[in-house]
């Protein structure tokens, strides 16, 4: 698969199957750390596509930030963000940045993309507590077409 150009079509994906895919690559990420999602935690917060100058073209194109909670015991988010980049690395992501320690103390941050997809893949220790945070911030996406294929 090649990476997509910034003239490319953008890829259309209704609202709710974007949601249910974030949904799908936390759990395997979860799975990959062997640590359990809180399903209650989840938060899907879709926002306009903004352009490089600000512009908002009003066509539905949005972007999807989903989130959702993990509760580990802080001393071993260290070994679940070096499971979760194993099984990132294996299925050929970038790595943009990685920390299992700040000063001393567990504090984890795992940051990678998805080039082909265009999606950013986060998990991270949240406000030093036994909170590990793990988040998917989509490419923009169009929804599908509420016309129907006569309109077109």
């Not at 199957?17 to 999602?37: I, N």
């Not at 001393?75 to 299992?100: M, N, S």
């Not at 000063?103 to 999606?119: E, I």
Request: some cysteine; overall charge neutral; hydrophobic content about 35%.
């Amino acid at each position: 698969m090649s990476t997509p150009g910034k003239n490319d079509p953008l890829p259309v994906t209704a609202k709710t199957d974007a949601q249910a895919w974030a949904q799908h690559m936390t759990e395997f990420l979860a799975q990959s750390a062997g640590v359990s999602l809180s399903p209650t935690t989840a938060k899907p917060f879709f926002s306009n596509c903004v352009g490089k100058n600000d512009e908002v073209v009003n066509d539905g194109r949005y972007t999807l930030s989903y989130a959702v909670d993990s509760t580990v015991s802080l001393q071993q988010h260290p070994e679940a963000v070096r499971k979760i980049r194993a099984a990132l690395e294996q299925q050929k992501f970038t790595i943009d940045g990685y920390r299992e320690t700040w000063n001393g103390k567990a504090s984890a941050l795992l940051d990678a993309t998805n080039t082909d997809g265009r999606y950013l893949v986060s998990v991270e220790t949240a406000g030093g507590t036994d909170r590990l945070l793990f988040r998917i911030n989509t490419r923009c996406l169009m929804p599908q077409s509420t016309m129907s294929p006569t309109q077109h």
